[in-house]
Nanobody, 124 residues
Framework: QVQLVESGGGLVQAGASLRLSCAASRRTFSNYGMGWFRQAPGKEREFVAVISKNGGITDYADSVKGRFTISRDNAKNTVYLQMNSLKPEDAAVYYC?????????????????WGQGTQVTVSS
């Protein structure tokens, strides 16, 4: 069992930057690929970014590519999402999730553990 806690959300203006953090409860954090997903009101939860166990490989949704960067610090059991050039359409609850797999995956159903989410609001 892995407990995940997101933080760093808030209210910012369009064009601003924000960094989200997700802290994991286990020392075996490095055994998991880590993903970020988001869900806006009235919409389905969608994939944002994923990073491999050692941080060497990443993948992004087209909607955030070039603006968002996922990274991890296994010594701190933490994964980050750096969000730059934020747009109003980026507003959502952002969730981190852990995937105990050797593969880099995008599907919600492939993830084993989820955090409670952190709210990101972007004003125009």
């Amino acid at each position: 069992q892995v407990q995940l806690v997101e933080s760093g959300g808030g209210l910012v203006q369009a064009g601003a930057s924000l960094r989200l953090s997700c802290a994991a409860s286990r020392r075996t954090f490095s055994n998991y690929g880590m993903g970020w997903f988001r869900q806006a009101p009235g919409k389905e939860r969608e994939f944002v970014a994923v990073i491999s166990k050692n941080g060497g490989i990443t993948d992004y949704a087209d909607s955030v590519k070039g603006r968002f960067t996922i990274s991890r610090d296994n010594a701190k059991n933490t994964v980050y999402l750096q969000m730059n050039s934020l747009k109003p359409e980026d507003a959502a609850v952002y969730y981190c999730a852990a995937d105990r797999s050797v593969y880099l995956r995008r599907r919600i159903r492939d993830y084993d553990y989820w955090g409670q989410g952190t709210q990101v609001t972007v004003s125009s």
